[in-house]
């Protein structure tokens, strides 16, 4: 193994680590366990405002890409909605995706919701198979954070913090 592709290990290693040892003993809601991000194609539900038309994950490999459970009827979801548009918009130049998975047992008034909260990063309404592979999303919001390998190396369960939203993915800007 290089030197190069060692030193990137051992930071992976502490980012987890660290964050993992830090969160934990502040944020009950926060897991870091790496893994395989599972993939998806879903349709856009947004095309006109984010310029996508269908979504898929394992199309991003190189990026960042912060995946985003929430719904329509969720108070922290839709107080957490235009934080993660500020932010979208502004780390997007830095090759960061933000896709919003709604979760709402049928679509009425989610496109509506769209619109009113002037959603421009990619909106896609959940399948069964997709809630089943990221662990069933008992509870909304969930945020993932995917590295440019296509690994989850965040999980947040729960309204995030901008501090955490910036913060995780700044580090996972440094390390890829």
């Known amino acids: 193994m ?8 051992k930071k992976v290693v502490f980012l987890i680590l660290f964050l993992g040892l830090v969160l934990s003993a502040y944020v009950p809601n926060a897991q870091a366990k790496v893994e395989k991000a599972p993939d998806f194609t879903l349709r856009v539900l947004n095309s006109s405002t984010s310029g996508y038309t269908d979504f898929s994950l394992k199309n991003y490999r190189g990026h960042v890409v912060i995946v985003n459970f929430w719904a329509t009827w969720c108070p922290p979801c839709r107080h957490e909605i235009p934080m993660l548009e500020k932010f979208y918009n502004s780390y997007r130049k830095k090759g960061v995706i933000v896709v919003g998975i709604n979760i709402n047992s049928n679509m009425s008034g989610v496109k509506s919701f769209i619109k009113l ?23 909304i919001p969930q945020t993932f954070f995917i590295s440019k390998s296509g690994k989850i190396m965040f999980h947040w369960i729960g309204e995030i913090s901008k501090e955490a939203l910036y913060g995780i993915t700044n580090k996972l800007l440094e390390i890829n």
């Open 2 to 9: 290089n030197k190069s592709k060692s030193s990137k290990i």
């Open 117 to 139: 909260y002037d959603m421009t990063y990619p909106v896609v309404y959940a399948s069964s198979n997709v809630i089943s592979n990221y662990g069933g999303i008992n509870e």
